[in-house]
């Protein structure tokens, strides 16, 4: 009865182990079907993708599902290997200025290129007012 015990607890564990590194290559090919390597160096410039929870407006968007990017920002330093500290204007120092890589997006610094940064506006409870700056049609 012993050894037919330990000879069945073999062959489960042998099994088991089989299913666990089945499943682990699995999701390993689907992550790295997404996965993608951040090549930015200090002194790069990068837009940070936000996204925020519903009914909290941080960084000034709003919305369910609805990440945008917000930058362009200047990269100050590596911290590790999947993160960057980045220079964030004097109204967002209240926030971490720390990104892990998923978090942000690569930018091409052109000096031809005009980007209408506007301050966001945040009361104290990280919201702020929306307000329309063109009207694009009238129905009547």
């Known amino acids: 009865m012993g050894p037919d015990i330990i000879r069945q607890t073999a ?8 299913r666990i590194r089945t499943t682990k290559s699995r ?12 090549e930015v160096a200090v002194r790069d410039h990068i837009f940070v993708r936000v996204a925020p929870m519903k009914g909290v407006m941080i960084f000034g968007k709003k919305g369910k599902l609805s990440p945008r990017p917000i930058g362009p920002f200047e990269i100050l330093k590596r911290v590790g290997t999947l993160a960057q500290r980045v220079a964030l204007p004097s109204n967002l120092v209240r926030f971490h200025n720390v990104f ?7 930018y091409m610094l052109n000096p031809s ?21 063109q009207i694009w049609d009238i129905q009547e």
Do not use: C, G, W
Request: aromatic share 8%; hydrophobic share 30%.
């Open 11 to 18: 062959e489960l564990v042998v099994r088991i182990r089989d």
């Open 100 to 106: 892990y890589v998923s978090m942000l997006r690569n």
């Open 113 to 133: 290129h005009v980007l209408n940064y506007e301050p966001l506006q945040l009361t104290p409870n990280l919201s702020f007012e929306e307000r329309p700056t």
């Open 27 to 38: 999701q390993k090919s689907y992550a790295d079907q997404r996965h993608r390597d951040l």
